[in-house]
């Protein structure tokens, strides 16, 4: 590892300049894009402060041959490389809020909340309930109430977390008010769970069925390896709807454990 002071100073000058541009992007970024860059961020930060500056790889595939010469290129960055037997699956933030400034007059709401039970039933559970929620949450939100620009929900994968995330954008509600929209929606669809038909969760099975399989792009089949969320198609159509019913009052239960970001 090769510390900073033995970095050539243009070198440093450089990453200095790149760190400056880097915040200036984020103040006259898309608000929810803004916050959505910083999410690996704060899944990774483990103390009070700032966001933290660090970056991360994740190498997938290769030789013994290829791994040798890429961490002697490696080498030249500062910071720590860890061997395989040192890596430890990633802790949780320990903030759980950030806020931050933006020169937009646009309010920006972030919210992921993590998987903490990562078991095929669950990675399933958790997909077909962002399926069921997508839609629903885009009409209340988007179409009935007009909240703003950008309404979304999906399953997300940062940092090595997998999650849901609701992402919102709105020129006169404030984050505080996103906030409480989405605690209702979520709210609101505990009864409609409850009711959930035979043939609209085989539709949601089918549909989460059709993105299992391995796309052709070398790329894209090893970021989905990686991320480990390809499900066999057993778990999902063993899937009841009594199990995505109780995922549902487990994502709302948590509410304490979410990651809110916002400015």
């Known amino acids: ?108 709401l972030l919210i992921f909340c993590p998987l903490n039970t990562k078991t095929a039933p669950t990675l399933a559970a958790w997909q077909l309930l962002a399926m069921f929620y997508e839609p629903r949450f885009f009409q209340r939100l988007r179409v009935e109430m007009n909240i703003g620009y950008v309404v979304s929900c999906r399953f997300h994968h940062s940092a090595d977390h997998p999650g849901m995330l609701f992402a919102l954008q709105s020129p006169h509600l404030t984050a505080a008010q996103l906030l409480r929209h989405t605690h209702d929606f979520l709210d609101s669809m505990t009864a409609e769970l409850a009711a959930l038909p035979a043939d609209a969760l085989t539709a949601h099975q089918d549909a989460l069925l059709a993105q299992q399989h391995p796309a052709d792009n070398l790329t894209d089949r090893a970021w989905a390896a990686w991320k480990n969320l390809s499900l066999p198609e057993t778990v999902i159509r063993r899937l009841a709807q009594t199990q995505l019913f109780n995922a549902h009052k487990i994502l709302i239960s948590q509410h304490v454990e979410w990651v809110v970001l916002s400015h």
């Open 1 to 108: 590892t090769r510390t900073l002071g033995q970095m050539p100073a243009n070198v440093i000058a450089q990453g200095a300049r790149a760190a400056r541009q880097e915040q200036e992007a984020q103040r006259t970024e898309i608000p929810v894009r803004a916050l959505l860059n910083q999410l690996p961020r704060v899944l990774t930060a483990h103390d009070q402060g700032a966001f933290p500056t660090h970056w991360a790889a994740c190498l997938y595939g290769g030789s013994p041959a290829l791994h040798h010469r890429l961490s002697h290129l490696l080498a030249a960055f500062s910071g720590t490389i860890n061997a395989p037997s040192a890596l430890t699956l990633p802790a949780e933030p320990a903030r759980r809020e950030w806020t931050l400034s933006s020169d937009s007059h646009d309010h920006a």
